[in-house]
């Protein structure tokens, strides 16, 4: 089970039809975020585990449907029943595509991450591609939901699923 929490400026942008041509301002284009998560469970080895994240965003609207970003990614992940942690540090580049409500992800991320006993660290790569939806709320806010597939995913590597869900605000 996990969660994640992301904020970050709304993608979908309300503009009359007479206004789709317009260019947007700078500040239409910048978007700030900052995201975290919480979660647990047990891996594929019957351990239980338990992680936070912190996730800070920064990107570049192109255009009213395209955005480009970079993210800074931290995970710390313990598992009580070997009294064993690590931590995750890396960044990722995404680029999201929005049609109306409905959006396209293409996400590359390069992990770093400590084994176990802290002994190593190895990078690992991960190619993220999904679908998600936003449901505006108010002028500039929306609920976001996103299922992303990770297409570099390795059985024994330190991810527990291809498979990545992400819930967040934006406003």
Avoid: C, H, W
Avoid at 16 to 21: A, G
Wanted: glycine fraction near 12%; avoid cysteine.
């Amino acid at each position: 089970m996990s969660s994640i929490s992301l904020a970050q400026f709304n993608t979908v942008l309300k503009r009359s039809s007479n206004q789709n041509s317009s260019p947007l301002s700078g500040r239409d284009r910048l978007y700030f975020s900052m995201g975290g998560g919480l979660g647990g469970g047990t891996n594929v080895q019957g351990f239980r585990y338990n992680y936070y994240a912190l996730l800070p965003t920064i990107g570049y609207r192109v255009s009213p449907e395209v955005l480009l970003g970079v993210n800074l990614q931290y995970s710390k992940y313990s598992f009580p029943d070997l009294g064993a942690s690590y931590d995750q540090l890396g960044g990722a580049l995404f680029a999201r595509y929005y049609l109306q409500q409905l959006f396209f992800q293409l996400e590359y991320d390069k992990i770093s991450s400590t084994t176990f006993d802290n002994a190593s660290r190895r990078y690992f790569d991960r190619l993220l591609v999904g679908v998600g939806y936003v449901v505006p709320l108010g002028k500039r806010g929306g609920i976001n939901a996103m299922v992303l597939y990770d297409l570099l995913y390795q059985q024994n590597g330190v991810f527990q699923s291809p498979i990545v869900y992400r819930a967040f605000f934006s406003f």
